[in-house]
């Protein structure tokens, strides 16, 4: 709670507020990561999807470049004359007329019953084969919110190991705090030890020289780099130029 313990701005960044509707910074990295292992999917996805699109295309001209039709046709006229008016001559024309015979035969076929008949997918059937990675994706950026169930749900089956954790946190913040403000003591003296820079010289002395260009030229805290307000306390040191605002003060 603030009124407990209020938090820094490099603290902020670390917990996770159920009531803010955005999604915070440790809650993006476990967003991050489930999104990267839907990548794998992904790839195999558009992978099935540009090899079926490959194959339907070598079919296509295999079936348009491939068609082959045969046409065979052939005729036989056998005609067996025999001349004259005798009586062998009527018996031959009796016995070998009847082998005169006319035969005519065209055929044609082709190899389309063996030519491939394929079938490409619509746009639909694209579309609800993407449909459950899509789900999936939305799903990794939703379930932030139900997670943040979790510690509600435990503080109200186990009320004393609830209490437990929130000593545990607020004694684990106050030796945070206090290293941070020790290491943020010794890089702030190491920054005043440093000479300034030509930019940094450049700046004071427009400053100096143009006081109306403080509002454009607004001075950072010197720890958390926030903006320069009416409530940042500079320091009493009048040859340091730092800046602080109300909280690092």
Same mark, same amino acid.
């Not at 809650?27 to 990561?33: G, H």
């Given at each position: 709670k603030q009124t407990l313990l209020p938090l820094l701005r490099e603290e902020t960044s670390s917990f996770i507020f159920p009531c803010n509707p955005a999604v915070q910074r440790p809650e993006r990295q476990y967003m991050v990561l489930e999104l990267l292992r839907c990548i794998p999917l992904l790839l195999f996805l558009l992978f099935v999807c540009g090899l079926d699109h490959f194959l339907f295309s070598i079919l296509s001209i295999i079936q348009h470049h491939?068609?082959?039709?045969?046409?065979?046709?052939?005729?036989?006229?056998?005609?067996?004359?025999? @001349?004259? !008016? /005798?009586?062998? %001559?009527? #018996?031959? +024309?009796? $016995?070998?007329?009847?082998?005169?015979?006319?035969?005519?035969?065209? @055929?044609? !076929? /082709?190899?389309? %019953?063996? #030519?491939? +008949?394929? $079938?490409?997918?619509?746009?639909?059937?694209?579309?609800?084969?993407?449909?459950?990675?899509?789900?999936? %994706?939305? #799903?990794?950026?939703?379930?932030?919110?139900?997670?943040?169930?979790?510690?509600?749900?435990?503080?109200?089956?186990?009320?004393?190991?609830?209490?437990?954790?929130?000593?545990?946190?607020?004694?684990?913040?106050?030796?945070?705090?206090?290293?941070?403000?020790?290491?943020?003591?010794e890089r702030v003296a190491r920054q005043a030890r440093q000479p300034p820079g030509l930019g940094t010289l450049l700046l004071q002395w427009c400053r100096r020289r143009w006081p109306w260009l403080r509002r454009c030229l607004r001075r950072r805290c010197a720890l958390c780099g926030t903006r320069d307000t009416p409530r940042h306390q500079p320091c009493p040191n009048p040859d340091c130029g730092a800046s602080y605002c109300e909280s690092c003060w």
């Amino acid at each position: 709670k603030q009124t407990l313990l209020p938090l820094l701005r490099e603290e902020t960044s670390s917990f996770i507020f159920p009531c803010n509707p955005a999604v915070q910074r440790p809650e993006r990295q476990y967003m991050v990561l489930e999104l990267l292992r839907c990548i794998p999917l992904l790839l195999f996805l558009l992978f099935v999807c540009g090899l079926d699109h490959f194959l339907f295309s070598i079919l296509s001209i295999i079936q348009h470049h491939s068609f082959i039709e045969y046409s065979y046709q052939t005729s036989h006229h056998l005609s067996v004359n025999v @001349m004259g !008016t /005798s009586l062998m %001559a009527e #018996l031959l +024309r009796t $016995t070998i007329g009847a082998l005169n015979t006319s035969y005519d035969a065209k @055929m044609e !076929t /082709s190899n389309l %019953a063996c #030519l491939p +008949r394929p $079938t490409g997918m619509t746009r639909q059937q694209y579309l609800n084969t993407c449909l459950p990675l899509g789900a999936l %994706a939305l #799903l990794c950026l939703a379930q932030v919110y139900p997670f943040r169930l979790r510690r509600a749900i435990a503080a109200f089956y186990f009320p004393k190991r609830e209490k437990t954790r929130v000593l545990f946190l607020y004694n684990r913040l106050l030796r945070q705090r206090k290293n941070f403000l020790h290491l943020q003591r010794e890089r702030v003296a190491r920054q005043a030890r440093q000479p300034p820079g030509l930019g940094t010289l450049l700046l004071q002395w427009c400053r100096r020289r143009w006081p109306w260009l403080r509002r454009c030229l607004r001075r950072r805290c010197a720890l958390c780099g926030t903006r320069d307000t009416p409530r940042h306390q500079p320091c009493p040191n009048p040859d340091c130029g730092a800046s602080y605002c109300e909280s690092c003060w």
